[in-house]
């Protein structure tokens, strides 16, 4: 079993940034791969940007360049560094864990695990 808990959301305007942060518990942290996701509303879920256990990173076409993924495996965390954001990337933002080796997937079946989510607006 893993817990993740979100935090860091909020409003902000176009062109600034948000930090946000996934707390897991439950399982050797170091060894599960992570990911962002997100949700608008009348949207299905989508990849934002994921970091496998040995640190590797992938990003989403919508996010590349503007946003970082980064973990801490002292911490148990998993932060999302979001700049330059859009009125577009306005959702809920959830964070994931997958459990088994998944490589770079960006599918939402990939992951066992999710947190309850964050709520980003982003106003223009």
């Known amino acids: 079993q893993v817990q993740l808990v979100e935090s860091g959301g909020g409003l902000v305007q176009a062109g600034g940034s948000l930090r946000l942060s996934c707390a897991a518990s439950?399982?050797?942290?170091?060894?599960?791969?992570m990911a962002w996701f997100r949700q608008a509303p009348g949207k299905e879920r989508e990849f934002v940007a994921g970091?496998?256990?040995?640190?590797?990173?992938f990003y989403g076409d919508s996010v590349k360049g503007r946003f970082t993924i980064s973990r801490d495996n002292a911490k148990n965390t998993v932060n999302l560094q979001m700049n330059s954001l859009e009125p577009e990337d306005t959702a809920v933002y959830s964070c994931?864990?997958?459990?088994?080796?998944?490589?770079?997937?960006?599918?939402?079946?990939?992951?066992?695990?999710w947190g309850q989510g964050t709520q980003v607006t982003v106003s223009s």
């Open positions: 994931a864990a997958a459990l088994r080796p998944i490589g770079a997937s960006v599918a939402v079946g990939a992951y066992d695990y």
């Open positions: 439950g399982r050797t942290f170091s060894s599960v791969s």
């Open positions: 970091i496998r256990s040995g640190g590797i990173r």
